[in-house]
T-cell receptor
C-alpha cells in the first residue's frame, strides 16, 4: 500500500536561508506525489505535484521538489525562506487507479527573523 | 460557489449526541472527499464520492460514521452517538478528474471543528 513518511515533525530556519523538508514514499509502482501547505486557521493548498513527467517540479511561492526513484524521495526545497513560509507542510501520495490521497503526518516550518 | 464551503465551522456537542457536518463543493466538481484531522496530525482519509456514488468508504472508522451525497452536489457527514475521541477537524475537498480519469488537485474547505464534551 502507498504511504509517505515525513522525517521531521518540525524544521526551523532563519529568514533568507534555504529550506529542506523531507519526504519518503512507499509504493509498489510509480506514484503521483504532491505537497500541500496549511497556514494557521486556513484550508490546505496545493504547492506542487509530480505525475511522472519531469522529475524536478516547480510550484508556487518559489518552492520545488525533486522525485528520486532510487531514493524513494520527494523532498521539498526553497532557496531562501520568507517569513510568510511559516506553515505546516504535508507530503501526499495518490493511490493510482484509485482516487484516494494519503497524507503524511506533516512538517511544521518555523522561520526566524 | 467560489470555493468549498463547510458548515458549521465550529460544533460543540455532548457525548452521545448525533452531529451532521455539511459540505458544499465547488460548483461542477464531480468528486467530493471527507478527511479527519486530529491536532498535530495529517488529514486522514474517510470517504469519497463521484457524483452521488460513494466510491470508497474504507476510511470510516466504524459504523457510527456515515456520509451521503444524494444529488451529487452537497454532502453530509453524520456521526451518531458521538464520543470524545471523535473530536477533530473534519475537512471536505472537491475536484474533477481530467480526461484520463485522474484527479490532480484537491480543493479544500476551511473545515468543521468538532468538539465532543
Amino acid at each position: 500500500a502507498q504511504s509517505v513518511t515525513q522525517l521531521d515533525s518540525h524544521v526551523s530556519v532563519s529568514e533568507g536561508t534555504p529550506v529542506l523538508l523531507r519526504c519518503n514514499y512507499s509504493s509498489s509502482y510509480s506514484p503521483s506525489l504532491f505537497w500541500y501547505v496549511q497556514h494557521p486557521n486556513k484550508g490546505l493548498q496545493l504547492l506542487l505535484k509530480y505525475t511522472s513527467a519531469a522529475t524536478l517540479v516547480k510550484g508556487i511561492n518559489g518552492f520545488e521538489a525533486e522525485f528520486k526513484k532510487s531514493e524513494t524521495s520527494f523532498h521539498l526545497t526553497k532557496p531562501s525562506a520568507h517569513m510568510s513560509d511559516a506553515a505546516e507542510y504535508f507530503c501526499v501520495v495518490r493511490r493510482n487507479y484509485g482516487q484516494n490521497f494519503v497524507f503524511g503526518p506533516g512538517t511544521r516550518l518555523s522561520v526566524l527573523p | 460557489g467560489a470555493g468549498v464551503s463547510q458548515s458549521p465551522r465550529y460544533k460543540v456537542t455532548k457525548r452521545g449526541q448525533d452531529v451532521a457536518l455539511r459540505c458544499d463543493p465547488i460548483s461542477g466538481h464531480v468528486s467530493l472527499y471527507w478527511y479527519r484531522q486530529a491536532l498535530g496530525q495529517g488529514p486522514e482519509f474517510l470517504t469519497y464520492f463521484n457524483y452521488e456514488a460513494q466510491q470508497d468508504k474504507s476510511g470510516l472508522p466504524n459504523d457510527r460514521f456515515s456520509a451521503e451525497r444524494p444529488e451529487g452536489s452537497i454532502s453530509t457527514l453524520t456521526i451518531q452517538r458521538t464520543e470524545q475521541r471523535d473530536s477533530a477537524m473534519y475537512r471536505c475537498a472537491s475536484s474533477s478528474p481530467d480526461r484520463g480519469g485522474l484527479i490532480f488537485e484537491l480543493f479544500f474547505g476551511e473545515g468543521s471543528r468538532l468538539t465532543v464534551l
